[in-house]
């Protein structure tokens, strides 16, 4: 499976982006997909997630409230809806999936395909 993930850039604090995360896999539906960031001299960490089990979805304290992670009705693209973004949301997203999978997966082991990563700089 091949991830593209998509619609990172510069922004000022307070609005929003839509990440995309589209796959090659034309069963993507049977996929549990999740966005992670990585901010400049540290870990990549998890983000949120949408299961492939009704579309179940999990999110990091840190953007709950504030983000929402969602798939395309043909299954073939997974946002990542982040408003009022922070400076401290700067970082490098990476998409990642893995075929079914149950529950919260908020571990980077838990997936085998990872998308390039997409920028995100949000300005004070």
């Known amino acids: 499976v091949q991830l593209q993930a998509s619609g990172g850039g510069l922004v000022q604090a307070g609005n929003s982006l839509i990440l995309s995360c589209a796959a090659s896999?034309?069963?993507?539906?049977?996929?549990?997909v999740a966005w992670f960031r990585q901010a400049p001299g540290k870990e990549r960490v998890f983000v949120a997630q949408i299961s492939w089990v009704s579309r179940v979805t999990y999110y990091a304290d840190s953007v709950k409230g504030r983000f929402t992670i969602s798939r395309d009705k043909a299954d073939n693209t997974v946002y990542l809806q982040m408003n009022s973004l922070k400076p401290e949301d700067t970082a490098v997203y990476y998409c990642?999936?893995?075929?079914?999978?149950?529950?919260?997966?908020?571990?980077?082991?838990?997936?085998?395909?990872w998308g390039q990563g997409t920028q995100v700089t949000v300005s004070s």
């Open positions: 990642a999936a893995r075929r079914l999978g149950y529950g919260l997966l908020d571990t980077q082991l838990s997936y085998d395909y």
């Open positions: 896999e034309s069963t993507f539906s049977a996929y549990s």
